[in-house]
């Protein structure tokens, strides 16, 4: 039996909030969050953070995640996401873990509710993906761009024939929460993305992340007015 594995990865350097991912929010560490998420999982086997912190991972041990350290090189401004997994995955391989499956949520995107994860890789498992991406359907969203002229164009619509809401296709923002892939699918693609691929779509208020200082109040906020809300049933 192959294993589902989340990976978090939580490196120390951060330039807009020092130690973000061990900053406090809602009463806990930020990691914290998606470590609990993780483990809430029943669809989830092993959760592992990566990190080139060892105060970071010492934390994550402490509330149940299994420590990955990652080297220098892959952990600074230029590294990708996907070496970082890349590496987690080998490391896994290497201790014995035959990784089926990854879950890669982003520590930065604590307001999710706990059944998330297992809808996400339900659906994933159910409908054959090879990655997938956590979205929020959007209905309106017109956004200008300047061109190497300078000049302002609409990019999404044509201002001069604006369609209504109504009439607009079905469009989805790639939210950041979390990504689902096969490890083969990382390793071919050296993406997080390819083959089929998949949307699981979230409610709007889970789509804030936390990029600057202003972002802890604002989430923290939604947090606690949404998360006592609950979803339907898991799917069967």
């Given amino acids: 039996m192959t294993d589902n594995v989340s990976i978090i990865l939580a490196r120390s350097g951060s330039k807009g909030i020092p130690q973000k ?13 998606t470590i609990e998420h993780s483990l809430s999982s029943e669809k989830i086997d092993s959760v592992w953070v990566s990190s080139d912190c060892p105060n970071i991972l010492a934390l994550s041990e402490t509330y149940g995640a299994g420590a990955i350290l990652r080297p220098p090189e892959l952990s600074g401004d230029e590294a990708s996401s996907e070496s970082g997994w890349l590496h987690a995955v080998r490391f896994l391989e290497a201790n014995g873990h035959d990784v089926g499956l990854i879950l890669a949520p982003q520590c930065t995107s604590p307001v999710r509710d706990r059944t998330d994860f297992d809808r996400a890789i339900t659906y994933f498992q159910k409908n054959k993906f090879d990655s997938l991406f956590s979205a929020t359907l959007v209905t309106d969203f017109n956004i200008w761009r300047r061109d190497q002229n300078n000049k302002l164009n609409s990019f999404t619509y044509d201002y001069k024939n604006r369609d209504r809401r109504q009439e607009k296709p079905a469009q989805w923002h790639e939210n950041g929460s979390f990504w689902i892939f096969t490890p083969s699918i990382l390793s071919e ?3 997080r993305l390819g083959g089929n691929i998949g949307i699981f779509q979230m409610e709007h208020w889970k789509s804030f992340q ?24 898991l799917p069967t």
Avoid at 210 to 233: G, H, N, R, V, W
């Fill in 189 to 191: 693609e050296n993406n």
């Fill in 210 to 233: 936390i990029d600057d200082p202003a972002d802890f109040a604002f989430c923290e906020t939604i947090m606690k007015q949404y998360l006592s809300k609950q979803l339907p049933p």
């Fill in 21 to 33: 991912n061990i900053k406090q929010f809602c009463g806990k560490p930020l990691v914290a969050w």
